[in-house]
């Protein structure tokens, strides 16, 4: 009896020793599984494009040519002709930065330095993770400085400069702002004519749409004003930069112990539990098979 009773011992004692193997290998490897997939920042991705409204940004330079007439007789000295160009220029910079409060004070700094301004700002995120986006109206004069004053501040992820001429869609809105003008010229002259109620209702409506047209197009023409020239930067500020140091073997091993010893007390507490429940009901199986003997008893 007492060898049964040693080998049921040793028999549990191996069980537990199988089960606690189990869940630590399993942690171990989980431990290197999870830091391989962790999630990481895709920097490629331009914050900006999913916003709509944002400030439109134009600035204007001189082109410079010589005239045919100019080309053809060289000896002559025919004046240049210098046309303005509109156009936009956007630059974008994605970086990350271990000090990310530091880098953002940073980049408050420099955008006053340079006189620039900023037009539109957002951070989200908690601390660890958090993500300060701003986009910066910067003078055209100091543009290529600032751009490059900015890549200083944390690790640059990506960058992207963009040039599109502005000059036909700017010389559309002039036309169509003339052409409104004389609209509306016309439709006041008609005020002063006599007729129908229903006609001057009509006509003053359309006189209030073709004046709303105006101001629509007069705050479009009003970011192509040279006092409102600028060119555009979008900073986007990602915190987390410096890589996580490889986690030693030793640490991986500690951690695994101690998840495994952890949650194998709670799983031995559970069996113990499982085993008191089944004991007890079991007794009181036996208990209610005893009572019904006896009832059968005093009932013959």
Not at 176 to 189: G, R, V, W, Y
Not at 193 to 217: C, F, R, S, W, Y
Request: charged residues 25%; glycine residues 4%; hydrophobic residues 40%.
């Amino acid at each position: 009896m007492i060898k049964s009773f040693k080998a049921r011992i040793w028999g549990l004692v191996r069980w537990a020793t199988l089960i606690f193997a189990v869940l630590f290998v399993f942690r171990f490897i989980y431990g290197y599984v999870a830091t391989d997939t962790r999630q990481t920042n895709d920097y490629s991705v331009d914050f900006f494009e999913n916003i709509s409204n944002l400030r439109k940004n134009y600035a204007s330079e001189k082109v410079q040519y010589k005239s045919s007439q100019s080309m053809s007789q060289p000896d002559m000295s025919a004046p240049a002709a210098a046309p303005s160009q509109k156009y936009e220029k956007t630059a974008s910079i994605r970086t990350k930065s271990s000090h990310f409060e530091d880098d953002a004070k940073q980049l408050s700094q420099q955008t006053e330095s340079f006189k620039a301004i900023v037009q539109y700002e957002q951070a989200l995120g908690l601390k660890g993770g958090r993500e300060l986006h701003l986009m910066i109206g910067v003078n055209p004069e100091v543009f290529d400085s600032f751009y490059l004053a900015i890549q200083k501040i944390g690790v640059i992820r990506s960058t992207e400069i963009t040039k599109v001429d502005k000059t036909n869609e700017y010389r559309q809105l002039n036309a169509q702002k003339a052409s409104l003008l004389k609209t509306l010229e016309s439709l006041n002259e008609l005020k002063s004519k006599p007729g129908p109620i229903t006609d001057l209702v009509a006509l003053h409506d359309k006189i209030l749409e073709t004046e709303g047209k105006l101001q629509d197009l007069g705050v479009e023409l009003g970011n192509f004003d040279t006092e409102n020239e600028f060119c555009t930067v979008r900073v986007s500020l990602y915190e987390g930069a410096t890589e996580k140091k490889p986690i030693s073997f030793i640490h991986r091993v500690r951690v695994a112990l101690e998840w495994t010893i952890h949650y194998f007390t709670y799983l031995v507490f559970a069996a113990v539990g499982v085993i008191c429940g089944a004991f007890v009901l079991l007794v009181i199986v036996d208990k209610l098979k005893l009572i019904n003997k006896v009832a059968k008893k005093l009932e013959e």
